[in-house]
């Protein structure tokens, strides 16, 4: 039996998010200005297009990564499902113990958020994606569920025993297994896979919204120009020039197929 100290612990981790939270802010907060100073060149280039993009908008850099590639959107899914979940498990939100209506409640809870982050995948990356997630997200959110059977977690407020107050219980040995693969699992795909790959998307030369092409006119002269569009203002487009290296406004803006800006990193 584990030491109260160590289950205290244990608790705290868990209502906190775990290391998948820490990871997930990481990501958040690292990954977009990454990408930016990667793609415009960095320095007083990436502070120009925040400063050209408003505040409200920079969130808008980890949405068009994450819409513009399937696996780390797919993985992404999958991760926040299970840290979700395994957040409110941990304050009690998920019921445990036998009876029929606690074993349907917690089917319901362990489907309906994999459902829904196997729609959003499918909606904009197809089925074979879509299925994918849903289906890995459910098995770490099941995972979730083996890990409270065999008392690798515990619920708010529960002290003592690790199977419903039985401190003499032990969990049947592919029960253990189970719940191990599942935290190992989630742990190679929060702390390796997930920033390996938001990395990778915020260094593949890749513009993270529409690059158009737009007349821009600087005093008496008019230029055709690419830009990486920041935001609309009336009828034009504020964006950053990648032929003049700062921000524009331009008008009579058509769309570009190709969002590539320039050679990937590892090129």
């Given at each position: 039996?584990?030491?109260?100290d160590e289950?205290?612990?244990e608790?705290?981790?868990?209502s906190?998010g775990?290391?998948?939270?820490?990871?997930?802010?990481?990501v958040?907060?690292?990954?977009?200005v990454?990408?930016?100073?990667?793609?415009?060149?960095?320095?007083a280039?990436?502070?120009?297009?925040?400063?050209?993009?408003?505040?409200?908008?920079?969130?808008?850099v980890?949405?068009?990564?994450?819409?513009t590639?399937?696996?780390?959107?797919?993985?992404?899914?999958?991760?926040?499902?299970?840290?979700?979940?395994?957040?409110?498990?941990?304050?009690?939100?998920?019921?445990?113990?036998?009876?029929?209506?606690?074993?349907?409640?917690?089917v319901?809870?362990?489907?309906?958020?994999?459902?829904a982050?196997?729609?959003l995948?499918?909606?904009?990356f197809?089925?074979?994606w879509?299925?994918?997630?849903?289906?890995?997200a459910?098995?770490?959110r099941?995972?979730?569920?083996?890990?409270?059977?065999?008392?690798r977690?515990?619920?708010?407020?529960?002290?003592g025993g690790?199977?419903?107050?039985?401190?003499?219980?032990?969990?049947?040995?592919?029960?253990?297994?189970?719940?191990?693969?599942?935290?190992?699992?989630?742990?190679?795909?929060?702390?390796?896979?997930?920033?390996?790959?938001?990395?990778?998307?915020?260094l593949?030369?890749?513009?993270?919204?529409?690059i158009?092409?737009?007349?821009?006119?600087?005093?008496?002269?008019t230029?055709?120009?690419?830009?990486?569009?920041?935001?609309?203002?009336?009828?034009?487009v504020?964006?950053?020039?990648?032929?003049?290296?700062?921000?524009?406004n331009?008008?009579?803006?058509?769309?570009?197929?190709s969002?590539?800006?320039?050679?990937?990193?590892?090129?």
């Amino acid at each position: 039996m584990a030491h109260p100290d160590e289950e205290a612990e244990e608790r705290s981790a868990d209502s906190k998010g775990g290391p998948g939270h820490t990871v997930l802010l990481a990501v958040a907060f690292a990954v977009p200005v990454t990408k930016v100073a990667y793609t415009v060149g960095g320095g007083a280039a990436a502070r120009d297009v925040f400063v050209g993009m408003e505040p409200a908008n920079w969130p808008d850099v980890l949405i068009g990564m994450v819409l513009t590639d399937p696996l780390l959107a797919s993985v992404l899914a999958v991760v926040v499902s299970r840290v979700v979940f395994a957040l409110f498990a941990a304050r009690g939100a998920v019921p445990v113990g036998g009876g029929v209506v606690r074993a349907l409640q917690r089917v319901a809870l362990t489907v309906v958020n994999p459902v829904a982050m196997a729609v959003l995948v499918t909606c904009f990356f197809g089925p074979w994606w879509g299925l994918g997630t849903g289906l890995a997200a459910y098995a770490l959110r099941k995972g979730v569920v083996v890990e409270y059977r065999t008392g690798r977690r515990r619920p708010h407020g529960h002290r003592g025993g690790s199977h419903q107050g039985d401190d003499d219980f032990r969990p049947p040995r592919g029960l253990r297994r189970a719940a191990a693969l599942e935290q190992w699992a989630a742990l190679v795909l929060t702390v390796f896979a997930l920033p390996v790959l938001a990395f990778v998307a915020a260094l593949d030369g890749q513009a993270w919204t529409s690059i158009v092409r737009c007349e821009v006119t600087e005093a008496t002269r008019t230029e055709s120009n690419r830009l990486i569009e920041l935001g609309r203002k009336g009828n034009g487009v504020v964006g950053w020039n990648l032929d003049t290296e700062e921000i524009s406004n331009g008008t009579g803006c058509t769309g570009e197929e190709s969002l590539y800006v320039r050679e990937p990193w590892w090129r």
